[in-house]
């Protein structure tokens, strides 16, 4: 269930944000969502390149805090811009809940992660 969650979270849900949101160019802001994914290549420049049960927030290079404050900033400029920021936060948000129910498994799993702290505060915040 948790992929299901994520992936449609990825995918699925950024089609009612251009459909709700953004109904004249909805195809096009859908596409551009989308495309925000391409965030995921820097996983790529990672040691191992995928590990389970790993968190992506505040690991990754580009799913850091720095990064998170640069996709804020574009919420504050014209299109594109501000749909790229739009995609990039929910991006992080989607993985962020990812880690969430990760933790919820399996709480020693992340352990090591440099979001732990975040993620316990909000585990106990929702009673996980």
């Known amino acids: 269930m948790q992929s299901f969650i994520h992936y449609f979270l990825h995918f699925g849900f950024p089609f009612f944000i251009a459909f709700l949101f953004f109904r004249k160019d909805w195809k096009k802001v859908y596409l551009i969502l989308i495309a925000t994914m391409l965030v995921d290549l820097d996983h790529l420049l990672s040691d191992p390149i995928f590990q389970a049960n790993r968190c992506s927030i505040n690991f990754h290079l580009l799913h850091t805090y720095y990064a998170m404050l640069v996709y804020v900033i574009l919420l504050f400029l014209r ?32 352990s090591d992660s ?12 929702l009673g996980i």
Do not use: Q, R, S, W
């Not at 920021?85 to 709480?107: N, P, R, S």
């Open 114 to 125: 440099p979001i732990i702290n975040l993620i316990e505060n909000v585990a106990n915040l």
């Open 79 to 110: 299109k594109p811009f501000k749909i790229i920021g739009i995609g990039l936060l929910f991006h992080m948000f989607t993985d962020f809940v990812d880690c969430l129910m990760t933790y919820a498994k399996c709480a020693t799993c992340l």
